[in-house]
């Protein structure tokens, strides 16, 4: 059965950077999809990015131009780069492997001053 595991997430100033990670094990990393899913309090989860297994990427508009999803094969890991961030990023963000409907727990980003 397919593992995902995020980085830790963290507390993050307006305009600042924060890199998540999310390893996946018992699987062949290189022949699936991926994407990025946050949940904001009050608020359905929705997804953020997705990449390809040939890396193809797609984005939310609400991240376009701020955010960067990217894999390494190798490493069996796919990551979102967060650049400026702003308050209404908060959320606790979950990687996805969307054809067999895997999620990790989930990691509390949190952009406030």
């Known amino acids: 059965q397919v593992q995902l595991v995020e980085s830790e997430g963290g507390l993050v100033q307006p305009g600042g950077s924060l890199r998540l990670d999310c390893h996946a094990s018992r699987i062949i990393f290189s022949v699936v999809d991926m994407a990025w899913y946050r949940q904001a309090p009050g608020k359905e989860r929705e997804l953020v990015a997705e990449?390809?297994?040939?890396?193809?990427?797609n984005y939310a508009d609400f991240v376009k131009g701020r955010f960067t999803i990217s894999r390494d094969n190798a490493l069996s890991t796919v990551y979102l780069q967060m650049n400026s961030l702003k308050p209404e990023d908060t959320a606790v963000y979950y990687c996805?492997?969307?054809?067999?409907?895997?999620w990790g727990r989930g990691t509390q980003v949190t952009v406030s001053s």
């Open positions: 996805s492997l969307p054809a067999l409907n895997a």
């Open positions: 990449i390809t297994k040939s890396g193809t990427t």
